[in-house]
């Protein structure tokens, strides 16, 4: 950037805004203004900088970009004949986003101290501003909001993702395990053959196969699992079986206990007999895992699916109807679950029973709580509280999502739905996530209170029942 010579009067009615503009007005910015050149893809300003000019574009064009998710999104251009930075009555104090140089360019700057002179002095030109500034602010407002709903969808997406891979790759391994499963069982069965088993043996290790109790198992307290574990090796390796801490794993699971190997041992007296006969139940016991375990998990992926669809609410038609609040309340949880696990958040949900429906759209109010959830979920450290409570009384409904995080300051408490203001670091942050929670409130008549201290800070949406 270097500061260049202002231009002439005629020169400066090149730009549209300046074309009307007497000698007088024109000296006026001559005088109290400043021109600015930068080369081609050179930094004007980056997200966050304090903006105090209204800068002409006399030369070139602007480029703006916006930080999504650590990468630099294009989200407009300023050419030749345009206005950037700040207009007369704009509350804009910093950048939302970064400015770049396309072309040489050059620039008439005004700071915004002589906005008052110039609205004395040229007060056609600033209601042509104003006028500017409010296609200005529609656009940029639009634009925000879908960055808003992009970077939204990147972190539900990046979460569902992780959720969908766990039991994905679940599959895999069982699957893996079981094909060896499978392709031991030929010669395992063979084994039986040579040791002269009879089909009262098979039916007999088939019985026991039937009655394996896997539940019943899973509900022991750990120790006496361990113990009952160590039992079952230390016998299993007295009779001489390969890998004895691997099967007494696998029999205890089944819930076999010594007890009724030692029944199938009186029945198998010769060792070699026997321990072909373990390592045949053994084999097929784990078969029957392995498939548990990949019904378990396809059963997962189908139970995401089925989340996602009541998430984004497919196959309805766009109108309102009777809304079943915690559904959408826990679809939204399992969309932001990997968020809450990463910071191993405890959810503690106080649903009030027969609470009634709300008229309105289900997508929409989806959108409401994954904003304030994980507003919630953000500002909380390791190891929160996030609760989700439900009640209704007196013609309303009420949802209340309360985090344990540090709280709100009192003096930006009154800001937090404000457009584009945000307590969160350049890029991390549009802060029209409230804004939007709150306009989707509005288009369902409900409002939301918010009341906040240290470790304790609520936001609570109530839903009118006899309105539409």
Not at 9 to 22: F, I, K, S, V
Not at 150 to 159: E, N, R, T
Not at 446 to 456: E, L, N, T
Request: net charge negative.
């Amino acid at each position: 950037m270097k500061t260049a010579d202002m231009p002439s009067a005629e020169a400066l009615r090149q730009h549209p805004l300046l074309a009307p503009l007497t000698e007088a007005q024109l000296s006026f910015l001559q005088q109290k203004g400043r021109v600015l050149e930068y080369e081609d893809g050179e930094a004007l300003f980056k997200q966050g900088d304090e903006i105090n000019d209204m800068c002409l574009v006399l030369e070139g064009a602007l480029q703006y970009s916006m930080e999504v998710g650590g990468a630099l999104t294009p989200s407009g251009r300023q050419e030749k004949g345009g206005v950037a930075g700040v207009l007369p009555y704009s509350r804009l104090r910093r950048a939302q986003g970064g400015g770049t140089a396309v072309g040489a360019t050059r620039l008439l700057c005004l700071h915004r101290d002589f906005f008052p002179e110039l609205e004395d002095l040229v007060p056609e030109l600033v209601q042509q501003l104003v006028s500017l500034m409010t296609d200005r602010v529609r656009e940029a407002t639009k634009t925000q909001q879908q960055f808003e709903k992009l970077a939204a969808l990147g972190k539900l997406s990046a979460g569902l993702a992780h959720e969908l891979n766990n039991p994905a790759a679940a599959i895999q391994r069982a699957a893996a395990e079981l094909q060896k499963t499978v392709a031991a069982l030929p010669e395992l069965t063979l084994q039986l053959l040579e040791e002269k088993l009879t089909t009262a043996d098979v039916l007999r290790l088939k019985e026991m196969l039937t009655k394996a109790d896997r539940q019943a198992v899973n509900s022991l307290p750990v120790l006496e699992r361990s113990e009952r574990e160590d039992e079952l090796a230390d016998w299993l390796e007295a009779q001489g079986v390969p890998e004895s801490w691997l099967k007494a794993r696998t029999f205890l699971d089944a819930g076999l206990t010594v007890h009724a190997l030692q029944t199938l041992a009186e029945q198998e007296p010769e060792p070699a007999a026997l321990c072909a006969a373990l390592n045949w139940l053994d084999n097929h016991l784990n078969a029957a895992s392995q498939v548990d375990d990949i019904h378990e998990a396809a059963k997962r992926i189908s139970d995401l699916v089925a989340s996602i669809k009541v998430y984004a609410h497919m196959d309805r038609a766009l109108e309102m109807e009777q809304v079943q609040l915690e559904a959408g309340l826990e679809s939204t949880l399992v969309m932001l679950n990997h968020k809450i696990k990463k910071k191993n958040i405890q959810v503690k949900r106080r649903y009030e029973e027969g609470l009634p429906p709300v008229k309105g759209f289900a997508g929409e109010l989806n959108q409401l709580w994954t904003n304030l959830i994980d507003n919630a979920v953000d500002a909380m450290d390791e190891k929160g509280e996030l609760t989700i409570q439900t009640s209704h009384s007196g013609g309303h409904v009420q949802v209340s999502i309360i985090d344990n995080g540090a709280g709100i300051a009192d003096d930006i408490l009154s800001r937090i739905f404000d457009p584009f203001f945000t307590t969160k670091a350049v890029g991390q942050g549009t802060g029209l996530g409230l804004d939007i929670a709150n306009n989707i409130a509005k288009v369902h008549n409900a409002s939301i209170k918010v009341s906040s201290a240290p470790g304790r800070t609520e936001f609570e949406v109530c839903f009118p029942l006899d309105k539409p």
